[in-house]
């Protein structure tokens, strides 16, 4: 994702995100619940899945004119995950939630893992911010005009974990660095952020709600194969 390419530059791709997700936003009328009386949810939908194509509610993406990653169900470690492996390619898996998250009344939580690294990531280089893994959130963007923010929790290089910064792409995209180099390969990582703490600290301002979430890889610029394993996406209240 590089501007200046034939291919379309990562503010492009991010902006088509943020387009993409602000369409989808603003057609949410309710659904069904995501249980919001309830003290613990559980988001990704893998529980309903089989392995025989995407869980439901997820939507797969392109970015840009790179090769799309391959993304599949499988059962690993005893529990249906989504795995997403990008060989010189880029892709996207994201899921709108049935009713919008208040990100000051809870904490967000997943599990993943690499199955496979990626080497010479640096996230505020614009020729080599590629990366293994990306979780995203988004926050916003309901309605005919909304204009989302996303935040992409990331499996850097060098970054010092909790780093926060704006993308170079969009000042409408932030960058936690979750993990990095140093963390193990293979084994599952259990992530609980405060969504609205970090939002603040990369935006400078309160929350909207959360409206969707997703997982990214890409290994466009650097080359090489990366695999990344999502499963238990939650949504916990405080106080527990």
């Not at 200046?4 to 991010?14: D, L, Q, R």
């Not at 970054?159 to 660095?177: C, I, K, M, N, T």
């Not at 990369?202 to 709600?209: M, S, T, Y």
Request: with cysteine; hydrophobic share 40%.
């Amino acid at each position: 994702m590089k501007e200046g390419e034939s291919k379309a530059g990562p503010a492009v791709e991010v902006l088509r995100l943020v387009a993409t997700l602000c369409g989808a936003t603003a057609l949410l009328v309710g659904g069904a619940s995501t249980g919001s009386a309830q003290d613990v949810v559980r988001l990704d939908r893998l529980a309903e899945s089989d392995t025989t194509g995407v869980a439901p509610g997820w939507s797969l993406r392109e970015v840009g004119d790179a090769p799309m990653a391959e993304v599949q169900l499988e059962a690993v470690d005893g529990a249906l995950a989504l795995i997403m492996s990008a060989d010189s390619a880029a892709g996207q898996a994201w899921m709108e939630l049935d009713e919008p998250l208040d990100p000051a009344t809870g904490t967000l939580s997943w599990e993943w893992s690499l199955a496979q690294g990626l080497q010479g990531t640096t996230l505020r280089d614009p020729d080599a911010d590629d990366s293994a893994g990306r979780f995203f959130v988004v926050f916003g963007g309901g309605g005919l005009f909304g204009r989302p923010r996303i935040i992409f929790y990331t499996w850097g290089g060098d970054e010092a974990p909790d780093e926060a910064f704006l993308s170079h792409v969009s000042d409408r995209a932030g960058v936690v660095v979750v993990r990095n180099r140093s963390d193990s390969i293979g084994a599952w990582h259990t992530e609980r952020r405060d969504a609205a703490a970090d939002f603040r600290r990369v935006f400078g301002r309160d929350p909207d709600e959360i409206r969707a979430v997703g997982l990214m890889a890409d290994t466009d610029q650097l080359g090489g194969r990366a695999e990344v394993r999502l499963r238990l996406i939650r949504w916990t209240k405080h106080g527990l």
